[in-house]
């Protein structure tokens, strides 16, 4: 994935819906153009979602997060 807004290199968070929560599972880290990738296996069916916080190029720090996105285990 990349975190596009990100302004150099930030922890992403992998996170995984809970009911109304959402639960880190995973972390890692941008390179400096906002580009990550990470292993992730799941044991069951699950929503899954990227989140990140950093400057943004308005010069604010905010935190963003990826649509939703659900992966089937069979």
Same mark, same amino acid.
């Given at each position: ?6 302004? *150099?290199? /930030? ?7 809970? #009911? =109304? ?21 799941? *044991?069951? /069916? ?7 916080? #950093? =400057? ?19």
């Amino acid at each position: 994935g990349q975190a596009r807004d990100a302004r *150099g290199q /930030t922890t992403v968070n992998i996170q995984r819906q809970n #009911g =109304d929560n959402w639960d880190t599972v995973a972390q890692v880290q941008t390179t400096r153009d906002g580009s990550f990738a990470t292993k992730l296996v799941p *044991g069951s /069916t699950g929503t899954y979602r990227a989140q990140w916080s #950093g =400057d943004v190029p308005s010069g604010d720090h905010a935190s963003r997060e990826s649509w939703p996105v659900t992966l089937r285990v069979k």
